[in-house]
């Protein structure tokens, strides 16, 4: 179980490639990569989970905790290219409504 | 009557001549080979901290004589920073951080007796002694 | 033996110098493991044997001597290591005590009785992955003789998904039976977890209400993994579908409450997503593999049927559950 974190700043955006798995053990990591992106404001930021096979309710509440914080910054959060899995939970949990998701685009391109 | 002497630490050697004073006074007043070594060690402990820590410092060796017992004790006094949460650093887990500190609850079971003062920036006295067995 | 006699550790390094024999390295090999008992450092055994060496061998060369002591001294460290281990083990087994007086209150304090339901059969288990359990369970029932049926995951493990829940199952309690509808009671479960709870934590509940005299079962799901439906007449299980966010996301979040009319031989299984995401090796169980779990057993009595189908998965994951596993069959 590893989480590789990626991140590009490119225009406005924050781009932040994942690559793994989001669970108990890797979403802490995830969360001390995100949130200070949320933090800067006036920024959208990118998350590119095609290559996340697998994320567990932990990583859910990353995503709101990061969610919340770019409310708060004036930010955005886009999760991008989700796969069945991970898309299916969000669908489950209900959070599809309130998180911008958008599982057709690739790669954020 | 009591024998004082003192070694200031100031550069890395100075932490060999502090173990060295402390072994010879140690070997005179009859200590076993092992507890030598944990007497060196302690004062090894003790002497890093400073020349870690502090910009100055010394060790003081003290033969200490009670009416059954004799004991050698140390103090490692210095002027640095102090140390701000002293049970913290007294807490086993800690050693392993290698920060300031790390190693006294090794120098507390090396030796018999134990205390340490200390005040954020005016520095750390820590006063030890060891009995001959 | 007495450890650390010079004595006898003199007779035993003898009695092996002369004679190489396995049964002096076995007792030493107790000798060992006597003098950690005893919590005896290291370099006091090799103190020990430089004694020893000397009292047998007088006219030993210096450098041997010099190389004994040598070794003494970069001992002592690994010996003060050693009883820093020690005293941590202790430390240790303090917390894991505290950690499992914490999870028998839990028990007590979130604990609830299966009840007797004529006309109904109700089979449940809750197992924690570790000490604590982040799923819970309870049955009500109200003073017009409905059974309200609550499953929940908390997000988050441990002992602050604990402590969440016990939050939980006391609004539960609190809430009027006037307010007993599966979409007022995740209403207003919602407003309290969102006003209390940590923001990264939240937490997905369904929430039943069975009227066992029509067999009609109201339900809501705040995000909720789905349960399944199992219909006699058709011979098929469906998975229950419904629309609703976690608790403690949305302060004005509402939900939706659906139905299902039971018959004679139908099922309910409500269950959490260490069901689900039940793991063997690197693969996630299918759905349907899953299905066949639960429809090999189904004809038993419900518990017993529950209880067997834990036992599958368990033995499934290696007898290492990943996450905590509850699971309700209530079958009419």
Not at chain 2, 125 to 133: E, F, L, P, Y
Not at chain 3, 82 to 104: D, H, T
Not at chain 3, 202 to 224: C, R
């Amino acid at each position: 179980m590893n989480l590789e974190i990626e991140v590009m700043e490119n225009d406005e955006k924050q781009q932040v490639k994942l690559t793994g798995e989001i669970d108990a053990y890797t979403a802490p990591k995830l969360k001390e990569a995100l949130l200070p992106l949320t933090k800067m404001g006036n920024t959208t930021v990118v998350v590119d989970l095609e290559q996340v096979n697998y994320m567990d309710s932990t990583g859910l509440g990353v995503f709101i905790s990061a969610l919340k914080s770019t409310k708060e910054y004036g930010s955005e959060l886009r999760l991008v290219a989700l796969q069945g899995r991970v898309q299916r939970l969000f669908e489950i949990t209900g959070l599809d409504s309130v998180l911008n998701i958008d599982s057709t685009v690739r790669g954020g391109k | 009557m009591k024998t004082k002497s003192q070694v200031q630490i100031n550069k890395e050697w100075d932490i060999v001549g502090a173990r060295q004073m402390g072994r010879e006074l140690a070997k005179e007043m009859g200590f076993g080979t092992v507890d030598q070594a944990r007497i060196a060690t302690a004062i090894s402990e003790l002497a890093r901290n400073i020349y870690l820590y502090a910009d100055k410092g010394a060790v003081t060796f003290e033969i200490e004589e009670d009416l059954n017992k004799k004991g050698l004790k140390i103090i490692a006094s210095d002027q640095g920073p102090g140390i701000a949460d002293l049970s913290k650093v007294m807490e086993d887990g800690y050693s392993t951080s290698g920060g300031l500190g790390a190693g006294l609850p090794g120098v507390k079971r090396l030796m018999d007796y134990f205390d340490i003062v200390s005040e954020p920036e005016s520095g750390t006295t820590i006063t030890t002694i060891k009995w001959v067995r | 033996m007495e450890p650390l006699d010079v004595k006898n550790y003199r007779s035993l390094l003898k009695k092996y110098i002369d004679s190489e024999d396995e049964t002096s390295l076995y007792q030493a090999d107790q000798f060992s493991k006597l003098s950690i008992q005893q919590n005896i450092s290291p370099e006091e055994i090799i103190n020990v044997h430089i004694q020893a060496l000397q009292e047998l061998y007088p006219n030993l060369p210096k450098e041997i001597d010099l190389s004994m002591n040598f070794l003494l001294e970069t001992m002592i460290s690994y010996g003060l290591a050693y009883q820093e281990f020690q005293s941590l083990r202790e430390k240790q087994g303090e917390i894991e005590s505290e950690l499992s007086v914490a999870a028998n209150m839990q028990d007590t304090l979130l604990s609830t009785t299966k009840p007797e339901i004529s006309g109904f059969d109700i089979g449940a288990i809750s197992v924690p992955a570790h000490q604590m359990n982040g799923d819970y369970h309870h049955f009500v029932i109200d003073s017009s003789k409905n059974l309200g049926i609550a499953i929940a995951d908390v997000i988050g493990k441990g002992v602050p998904a604990a402590l969440a829940m016990s939050m939980i199952k006391y609004s539960l309690d609190s809430f009027p039976d006037s307010l007993r509808t599966p979409d007022v009671i995740l209403e207003n479960l919602n407003r309290v977890v969102e006003r209390n709870v940590d923001t990264s934590m939240f937490i997905t509940m369904f929430y039943g209400l069975l009227n066992p005299e029509s067999g009609l079962l109201q339900f809501s799901s705040a995000g909720h993994e789905p349960g399944f439906y199992y219909c006699a007449k058709s011979d098929e299980f469906h998975e229950i579908k419904t629309k609703g966010i976690v608790l403690g996301v949305s302060e004005s979040a509402t939900y939706e409450q659906f139905d299902i009319q039971m018959e004679v031989g139908d099922m309910v299984v409500l269950l959490t997503d260490g069901v689900t995401e039940c793991r063997v090796g690197d693969r996630f169980i299918e759905p349907d593999e899953m299905l066949d779990v639960i429809r090999k057993y189904m004809h038993l009595p419900a518990q017993e049927a529950v209880d067997l189908v834990y036992r599958h998965f368990e033995r499934l994951q290696d007898f290492h559950l990943r996450d905590d596993f509850t699971l309700i069959f209530l079958k009419k």
